[in-house]
């Protein structure tokens, strides 16, 4: 009797009956799946016409993407929206964004040097303009393709009331002539405003649906953000005033408060906001309490007020445009989802012929079906399920209706990762079955988990010893048992992977979690470097040449660095043991599921942090420089300035450096010494407002975005929590499954019957009319 037994099976239906499996995939189409191309329609046995099964196909393959099924119908243009929708144009289209973006790092001034530091004057390289400039035009130009195919498969009628589309278009318009002049006219020596760099991350955000409903969110509850950050700088505005009035410069006294501070309303409205955002307290009011201790009612009241009314307002505010986000957009995507499997279903029942119809009947031939469902673009665990759904129903009838059409269809809304596979095994008193049955136990995990932090343990005091310990005789007797001791454990670690392994199928068990993976390239990459090192060093222990190197402050990650950082990647297996608490798991999930839904949000904060990183670049590039040069003439340092506090390195010479300096301004410690440098460096109070605007945009939008999603997912995942659902899960579908309802039946003939190019309506009887 054979130890284990495995059906491959899922249970969607209240049932867990074995699948029909595909037959294999030729090398032809394993290719053709591995690049994303369009699988070829086959109706060599099927008397319906091509382009019937091509519409229903690609309505299909709209059902499968949630894409919108408001596009030319006709043979030709379904050909060019199918090969334009598919995985190898989409791919093409974000290498040639990520492309675009990049060349910020390499444009000059390039971000390729050791340091940003204006003192070491530092040596970029310079990329060849004419090579640069033939990629981005090259990117360019995809763009336009991009944009004037996608325009011409929706039509112009309808795609000339989309904003994205319009701004895309003119956007690249405008870059392309931008180029040509840059490259023909100015070439390299123009050192003046860039402006298509700073219009890149349109090209971006008009890529991503959920991007774009992102920002359709700001902008529903825009008036009433810019309303809250009005009443704050009225606020500001007020106080500062009253400042003005409260600590009157002083002609005798200049560390006053009036003079420190206040000395005007550009003063006052300046140290207010920063002390809006805490940065500067309590320096700024220590003048005045010196002098009065009743003076620290000012401050107070402001900061009360300010910070812990207004702020919570906007705050409040920006929550509640983007609470339900996802669960809107979902709802959304669920109803085109419908949409489109109703559409793929009507095509076939009305046949489109060449100026002909056919009987108008409510059902469709269950071969027909099959043919669409193997020609769609779909992934192969829910091609199977279909067609074993369809295989079924073909021992009942030949035929197949909307409503078991459209239940078959909702076998797309599975996460093939959340059904688990069935397994019937049977464990005989054998020697092998109970070292499978060690293998798979929590107890064996447990053990692999305790151990691999002891490994850590042991790396740190490694670690610790080197840097303790100058003489290399000493530092050996330390850590010679100790190194020994990890190397045993090194060794335990390859064995724990190749026993699970073994235990579970080497298969289901790298497949089933990627955690899985990632640990077992960690335990082999141990060993293979504790093997190596051996091998040259003859000892566990750190070398002689190695503790030299440390010793010397030469910046080389050596061997056995390498050995003890990958030694530590074995920390993470401590989560192992958060999911032991579900208010835990709980917020472990809603980190992770943050991370990898929160796309949409990152990415709109990341397309307003590059494009004011490149205005940044434009506006202060040497401005740093030039402060340096100055300081240098007059050698003087005053106290909390950027000067003394060193902040050379932090700039706007290069893309890069641009990078970190407008990350350091949203840390808010001390921003506002950035706005007194740049201030001084540009000679112009009106450089200030660059940098409050970012602190405006980061504190009032950016992280109130961010904490309106962690509670948004926080909410979801308690709910599945109470209803003893999975709550680790790989999309936000999988959260929010048990909020969606279906959509009403006369909401989709309502959206059939407003296809621009199909005539839906159930009195053509003759048939389905293209215009």
Known sequence: MPGRQTVSSINTDDESDPIMLSPPISMKNRLRNFFGIPKPIENDDCSWSANTLLCATVFLEDAVNYRSIVHKVTKNYL??????????????????????LCLALFERPSSFSVTSDVRDKPDRIAFPYSLLMIIEGLTLIWFLLYICTKTACLGIKHARKRFWFIAFFIVTIYSLCEWFVMIAI???????????????????????????????????????????????????????????????????????????????????????????????????????????????????????IGIYWIQNIITAVVYRAFRGYFLNSILNSQLRRRLAIRASFEILKKQILNG?????????????????????????????????????????????????????????????????????????????????AVGRSKIFDSIGTLFALLSVLLAT?????????????????????????????????????????????????????????????????CLILEIIYLAIHGSPAISESDLNITQKQIPFLTLWEALKTCNMLFIYRLVRFLPASKNIQIIVGTVIDEIRNGGAFFG???????AYSILGMELFRGAIGDLYTRQNQTNILVCGTYEQLQYWPNGFDDFFSSFVTLYNIMIVNQWFVFVNAFRSATNSKWSELYFIFWYLFVT????????????????????????????????????????????????????????????????????????
């Open 79 to 100: 050909l060019i929206y199918r090969w334009f929708s598919s995985s190898l144009i989409q791919k093409l289209h974000r290498i040639a964004l990520t492309i675009n």
């Open 186 to 304: 100015i070439r390299h020596i123009y050192d003046g405003v860039r402006l298509r760099r700073i219009l890149r991350p349109l090209f971006m955000i008009e890529s991503s649906q959920l991007m774009k409903k992102a920002l359709k969110a700001v902008q529903k509850d825009l008036l009433t953000i810019i309303a809250c950050v009005a009443m704050a700088l009225a606020h500001i505005l007020f106080f500062a005033i009253i400042a003005m009035f409260l600590f009157p410069r002083s002609e005798t006294v200049n560390d006053s408060e009036g003079s420190t501070y206040f000395a005007s309303l550009h003063d006052s409205v300046f140290q207010l906001l920063v002390l809006y955002s805490t940065a500067n307290n309590p320096d700024v009011m220590m003048p005045a309490y010196s002098d009065n201790r009743l003076n620290v009612l000012f401050f107070l009241v402001f900061v009360i």
């Open 356 to 436: 002909g119809s056919n009987e108008n009947t409510n059902t469709v031939p269950i071969s027909v079906v099959q043919i669409i469902v193997n020609s769609a673009s779909m992934n192969k665990w829910h091609s199977d399920r279909i067609n074993q759904r369809l295989f079924e129903l073909q021992f009942e009838t030949d035929v197949i209706d909307l409503d078991q059409y459209s239940k078959i269809m909702q076998l797309l809304d599975v996460n093939p990762k959340l059904v688990a596979e069935i397994e019937i095994q049977t464990l005989n008193d054998n020697l092998i079955d109970r070292f499978k």
């Open 461 to 525: 005091i490694e670690v610790s010893n080197r840097h303790l310990h100058s003489e290399y005789d000493k530092l050996v007797a330390q850590t010679l048992l100790i190194s020994f001791a990890n190397l045993s454990l090194m060794i335990y670690f390859v064995f724990e992977i190749i026993m699970k392994a073994w235990s579970f199928g080497p298969d289901k068990f790298f497949r089933s979690s990627t955690a899985n993976i990632f640990e077992a390239v960690v335990a082999f990459a």
């Open 604 to 610: 709109v904060l990341f397309s307003f942090y590059y």
């Open 700 to 771: 009032t939008i950016g992280l109130n975005i961010c904490l309106a999603l962690s509670g948004d997912i926080h909410d979801a995942k308690k709910k599945r929590a109470d209803e003893h659902e999975e709550l680790i899960v790989s999309n936000m579908f999988d959260i929010y499954r048990s909020q969606i309802n279906e959509p009403l039946p006369e909401v989709i003939i309502q959206k059939l019957n407003a296809h621009p190019y199909i005539d839906f309506r159930e009195k053509l009887c003759e048939g389905i009319h293209i215009t």
